[in-house]
């Protein structure tokens, strides 16, 4: 029997960087039989012919029968394929092909697994289970855990003649080259405390400096680290200061007396929160601990003595499958190759990537590529491609794809498609997504995404594609990300996300996005897509001339967000070296000149435009279903384009809900309500058939779908038992009412009682100078005063963060009424918090507000509330209302609100409660 065997090559794109050029792949039923086949098999012989019956035993010997035919310009018409037969490659300075390699596409050059044999590139070396003793050393024996002595075993690699038993850096992030553990093709872990979950840290005694060359030093509450011995190694991996940046420290010292532990090298950002609000504890675990082997799956390894201490999750027998990870460069390695394609193999067991590709048209299909240190597969150049590939448990990334030139526009065209991805960034937990794309014109679509602690994709540059994705389970461990990334460059242009399916996406304290546009990031369009249980799904950080349209969310909270960070963060002046000089990163590439000025119009007079100010996007044509809808903090939504978004409760119309089917149906509303809505392709997303995949069909444990009921349900109840713990302000009662004029009259405050005390930061901690409230409710309306001392001079003006201002939110069932009244007298009503504009609208209907300036440093307010706009129809004895009160003091530097919510001032229902007398 033989098989068609040709390279699946990229169809040829035209120079244009228009997205609508991007061809489809060339289908596999255009594959011819190859012109000449070579077969290679462990059980064969170097002195064979090559041949079906008669097969090499190498992979170096078939290299260099190819390697004959180019020398003797005699590639065929149609190619060379390399079949290999079953059995375990062992490559320990792994499989590399080169220039003198390459085919050329009139005859490509394919090295392909038996279709129905296993074939492995390990860049392993396998333990014998016999090797495995038990410990008899008794002075190791007395450092392991009374119940692990007679579990673990030991193996002297010396006697096996490995070698190159490298001790763990300093300092690095979770992916060092270090050896690891595989068994039954399962990795092991390295021996860990605490064995779930992390230990956190009790107090920061030195953030440390990097600068200074000052490592951190810090307090723990446990008893365990007290027992640790330094001088063998201690290693903590943790999230340090952010919770987007994990690294693993060295221990310098472990103080007992004083439980103190000081690193051995300075963590990048220092040792300690990141913000004042942010109340996650920071959290580390520690590493290679023999001490610490204590549970089956865990493993140490001992350098100095050359001795790997195991201990087996199942029993050992001749069967069982133990893999030490030795080869330290790609396990297969497409050096500049051109018209190579590697199909069908299961790659694994490296201590580095799995396949690294350079040079241009290479095609890696339906591999199976796991266990490994580093990446999946790290493309480079051009018309490269992944297609089909199952790719799981590897240290930091799935695939990268990186092509074209920026200065230029010249696409890469390097392509990732029908991947299955999922529990990558085992090592490095952050910044190490499932595809990562740069440079210019590569693409990413119908892979199949989840289960990973940080990012799914991440990618920067120009008109890169990503469409027809599923992503679900990401961000699974951290915070303040994505699962979609970019940010920071005003350069990185024209990359459109459309037609994907991203749901249930994590975060920690929910600080997650689905499609972050972060730091000022231009020029993106988000169309098409489905978002389901996403906590910021489309998010605008500063940036400008982005398009969210005709998108469908599903219970986010909120739909869209956009901000202005751009007017407090960007550097002026500073050069590359700073990264928040988002000017001088543009101007690198001359924008104002072709082809930029071509392809960007837009973007050429950016400098003559307000350009801190998020400007100019257009989100149009969305349908927004639960949830909340919009936040626009300090954004003036007069600058971006909102029309035709359609936002409701109920279900419009769709498919099947319960089973994450989110196809509207003939009949849904959306069609009349929405001019011009698209329908979203969503029988498109994900993985499909092919042959070029390594596994079909390919079943997932997805979260569950949308039942708006049962989910109204439980958040009810959760609601309700945060409400119950929540700190409660009882208003004073008043008979007359005031005059709303800012002064704080004595004989119209009188019955007011005491002051609710405004002097806690976002995080709850104390702020100061403190203000004064005061609340009283009447027949129509509800009253409130403010006393603002403001701790320097008072900015003025009206804009919401920047200048001196005031707020009251309401948690209503629609989402937060935000009233914000500034020290000339001006007020507003605030969508940002969610509400509908119609709504936020119909709030600011009969307040009355007025702000007085005294001469001693301080400025007082009222207002007048009807009970209409706090959604009471006629306010009830015991009424509980959930409500803050926030006071910005631009000079002091101060956010001073009566409860810290954790996250915006605004969100009322995470602050306490107004009870109605």
Known sequence: MRFPCSLLALAMMTSSCSHGNWPPLRRPGQETQAAVEYYVSPTGDDDNPGGHALPFRTLDRAKRAIREMREANALPEGGVCVFLRQGDYVLPNGFVLGEQDAGTEQAPITWRGWPGERVRFLGGQFLPPAAFQPVTDAAVAARLAPGARDQVRVVDLAALGIGNLQELPVQFRGACRAMELFFDNTPMQLARWPNEEWATIAEVIDRGSREEKRPGTFVYSEDRQSTWNVERGVWLQGYWCHDWADETIRVAKIDPATKQITLAAPHGYGIGASHSWNKVPRRYYALNLLEELDAPGEWYLDTAAAKLYFWPPAAFGPDREILLSTTTEPVVNLDKTRFVRIQGLTIEGGRADGVRVSGSDNLVAGCIIRNLGGKGVGVSGERNAVVGCDIHNTGTSGITLHGGNRNTLEPGRNNAENNHIHDFARLQRTYAAAVHLSGVGNRAAHNLIHDCPHSGILYGGNNQIIEFNELFNTCLETGDVGALYTGRDWGSLGNEIRHNFVHNVGGVRGWSMGVYLD?????????????????????????????????????????VHLDNRGTSRIQWNAGLKESWDLQAKLEQFNYTQPPWSEAYPFITNIMEDDPALPKHNVVRSNVCVAGTWLNARGVNLEHQDFADNWIGTADPGFADPRKLDFQLRRNSVVWQEV????????????????????????RVQRPDGWDPKALERAKAEDAARQLAALPVHTAARTESGIEVDGLIRAEEWRDAGEPMVLAKNPGGDKAAPASDAWIMAGKDALYVAFDNPLGGPLKAGRTWGQCDAVEIAFKIPAGYVVLRGYADGHWESSAEGGLAEEAAKQAAQGVRYAARTAENDRWSAEWEIPWRAVGIAKPAPGTQIPINLTVRKVSAGQWVMWQGTGGWSFQADKAGLLRLP
């Open 519 to 559: 730091d000022c990031d231009n020029g993106d369009t988000i169309h098409g897509n489905v978002f389901y249980k996403v906590h910021r799904a489309a998010f605008i950080g500063g940036g400008r001339y982005n398009r969210v349209t005709n998108n469908v969310f599903v219970d986010c909270t909120p739909a």
């Open 675 to 698: 001019p011009g809505f698209e329908r979203i392709p969503t029988e498109k997303m994900g993985l499909y058939k092919d042959e070029l995949r390594a596994t079909w069909p390919v």
